[in-house]
């Protein structure tokens, strides 16, 4: 079923990403819309706005530790790569990710996936997440304890 009140306002800020108002741009618009409210699946469940200060402050905790993995991360590759030495001992290890919802299962392997130096390869059923990392050597406890801070604030947030 598609909303005409999602239609409405992703039209609204297709036009004002745009900028322009001509008749063609404003028909674009609309065809993207019904696109992509066709497309995605809709919620369940309404919003519930005693929780929606949580979720907001959750949102903003969760973006601003990935910018700071991604930041710190970055600095310790290129630790890695500008050494003579190169001090590699790459590895894979197994992350479960605790998560019951797919959608924070792909979320926190996003974030996993987006830090420098690591990337998930594989996850299964039972939402373990298998990760490359260029160096594993004491790499699991840090790692397991980000995640279960991933998985607190994206069951906040979701």
């Not at 969760?62 to 001090?87: C, E, H, N, T, W």
């Not at 290890?93 to 979320?107: K, Q, R, W, Y």
């Amino acid at each position: 079923m598609v909303s005409l009140r999602s239609i409405l306002l992703l039209t609204l800020v297709y036009l004002a990403l745009t900028a322009n108002l001509q008749p063609l741009n404003i028909l674009t618009g609309i065809l993207l819309a019904v696109g992509i409210t066709a497309v995605l699946p809709h919620p369940r469940q309404k919003l519930r706005w005693r929780r929606l200060p949580g979720m907001v402050l959750a949102s903003l905790r969760y973006a601003f530790i990935l910018l700071y993995d991604l930041l710190a991360s970055g600095i310790q590759v290129a630790r890695i790569v500008l050494s003579p030495k190169m001090p590699l001992r790459p590895g894979i290890i197994a992350i479960p990710s605790g998560c019951t919802n797919e959608t924070a299962v792909a979320l926190s392997a996003h974030a996993i996936t987006l830090t420098p130096g690591e990337m998930v390869v594989e996850i299964d059923d039972a939402g373990v997440m298998y990760t490359h990392m260029l160096d594993v050597a004491d790499a699991e406890q840090d790692i397991l304890a980000a995640q279960k801070m991933r998985r607190e604030l994206l069951q906040k947030i979701l």
